[in-house]
């Protein structure tokens, strides 16, 4: 497994590229915008792209995943319904923040428990509240690696004051279901510089151990 951060619109998020070396099959995971700067880094790569992965319905994670998939022809899968709320108002929220936002449906709503699979590769799909409602984390275990979209951050967690948002649930996503996988997973975050959740259980002013004690 390889991946690429392709940081894109104004927020800087980390839309991210991953591939399966054995088979070169890629998925895109949060075309939030900037789509002809995605389409040149898939082109660079030299990757066969087969699918969308989103992990929540924030307009600069997904904002023109709908139009991305519809030019190159690929399935959508992701987040969890429950964040349906946020990709209805996709247009509006484009207006409000001037990034472009389209409205769309993915192909397949993902669940706690889910998989998804790129090439050879099998992530699991890890339901994780308070960001979103609908917020989802893929894991691949081999590879000890994550995406975690704004679920936690290098020394922060993700923002829990827009509507829907959890801050009991996103402290109990992150210490309930992304520890158990182990202090040596490395993740790529929504925003901002990747970090393992060893370190983040150690510095975390928010979910260290020493924070929850």
Known sequence: ??????????????????????????????????????????????????????????I?????????????????????????????????DGQRYGINGSVFEPDRWLADGDTVTVGDLTLDVVHCPGHTPGHVVFIHRPSKFAIVGDVLFQGSIGRTDFPMGNHQDLLDSITQKLWPYGNDITF???????????????????VSDAALS
């Open 1 to 58: 497994m390889r991946a690429a951060i392709l940081p894109v619109t104004p927020l800087q998020q980390n839309c991210s590229l991953i591939w399966c070396t054995a088979t070169n099959k890629a998925a895109i995971i949060d075309p939030g915008g900037d789509l002809d700067k995605l389409k040149a880094a898939i082109a660079k790569a030299g990757v066969d792209l087969e699918k969308i992965l989103i992990t929540h319905g924030h």
């Open 188 to 206: 790529i975050p929504g925003h901002g510089p990747t970090s393992t959740f060893g370190h983040e259980r150690q510095t975390n002013q928010f």
């Open 60 to 92: 600069d994670h997904c904002g023109e995943a709908g139009v991305l998939a519809k030019e190159l022809g690929l399935p959508i899968e992701g987040p969890h319904e429950d964040d349906r709320f946020w990709i209805a108002r996709l247009d509006e």
